[in-house]
């Protein structure tokens, strides 16, 4: 298991894999609807779904990777695109609560990166960049695998909550307010960030002081 | 010379060989086709050739990278690509030839990454997603360079082929068979998967349980 | 900040900022063009400036990566990306500039990577790709997010001017001359290369001996 110092380690683990399976499912979905065979919809899955991590650990040089000594990760996410792939047709049906398991799994990914980094050495800087990484990077290793413009850099606000809720972290932390408490902050503050974004349909605009 | 512990080495290492040569082949084909000049040709042949395997070894902490150590990967892919470039018009020759090195160079692709990653120390089930992403990483990089939908992941038996070599490898040694032995076994048993399911077209299918 | 060791190192240093602004131009440009949100602009030119040197640094065993210890690259392609789409307006005015720009960060990274390579023990034949990786790769990794085909591979003269300046630093090397000239002449001989290639629409020929 990777090593989670402050945070009710548990706790965090389990919103870890309900990101896991988030990204399981959004790589299997794509992979099918580009007419991947079985194996294909697995390695998709896998990419999205520890592709961030195991970037996060390779920069870091970090070894083994997260999920080469926690085999649960490997296995979670076969059984999640296998049990898609077979039951595709009630997709319907968790189709909204992906979108929930997504932000889960955005704020639960920033809040590993950050803290992995930290643990590392890594200074604030460097340790926002890990968290955001670990959140994005397996998506866009999924949409361009599949030949698509990666969504998360475009539509929808991903990056913008990950980097707002580690800046609430180390407010937190300079305010003096305990690492754990700070943790907690940073995991509902993206949380509520990107599903505000949805609900009320929030985009970051591009920015020109001119036309 | 990479660490081949348990095989006959030479014979790996030439068939080895063989698959980067294919590798070399494919990977200018394609970046022709798309035209990329001399240089950018060489690139994609190299990513091709190299790319599942470096990332392996960056995955595994294995330093340095397997082709640092033996620069012959790097002068057999250039000149490979040289070759073919200059020669192009008698590519229809090979063009029968090619599928076997290919069939060849997956075998010894997995069984190599299989090996390096138990020497690692990995767990099985790591052992077999490393045989299978030495197999095809360097083919996906090829086609995500080229902006083309990678082809290992939908067309045809290649990720099923490596894992299904490394599952007869798991089973034969569980069996109290020599690892050599077992080894030659999954070789012959991923060229002939893959071998077989280009003579009668075999494909894996998308699995739904209902419509 | 990196060790660079034979050169004046303040020079080349400023030389690699100004390169990596360029690629934060380029990046963001592009991103822009892709309609990309702000956090997605900025994370695109980050791949673009820093993406060849993160991938030769982890291929090398450099730990921790050369923009995790010198904040300074980090910072300065934030700002310029930042500053660009804000002041997009103002474009057309540096976009010859750019091009000048684009040419010093081709010299400033190679010579970087390959001194880098070299500095790690690497073969002669290693320090050039290692040049070449840190010049095109970042590249290469804008115009995959982005969906393109990347542009080093195909139009202009770049891996040839990279290989050529290293080539001539090996040559120099050979001939007695002290370090600090030989990678000076590697600098600007590049550079050189890069500049006459685009005042006189050099092209690499795709070769074929016969039609």
New interface residues.
Partial sequence: MPTYFFFPDILLYLLDMIGVIACAIAGTLL??H????????I??SMANAIGGG?FRD????R???FW?TD?NY??VITLTS?AL?????LYHKIDRALRLFDAIGLAAFSVIGFKVALAQG??A??AV?MG?WTA?IGG?IRD???????L???REIY??AS?FGACLYLLLIKMGVRTGVSEFAMLVSIFAVRMLALRFDW?????????
């Fill in positions: 992979a099918q580009k007419g991947f065979d079985i194996s294909g919809c390695l998709v195991t390779m920069a870091l040089d070894h083994p990777l080469m085999l490997v296995i296998l792939q077979m039951f595709f047709h890594s200074s800087i460097i960049m955001v994005i866009m361009v695998i599949c030949n698509e413009i990666p998360v850099l475009q990056i913008t980097v985009h970051l605009p591009s920015i020109r002081l001119v036309k």
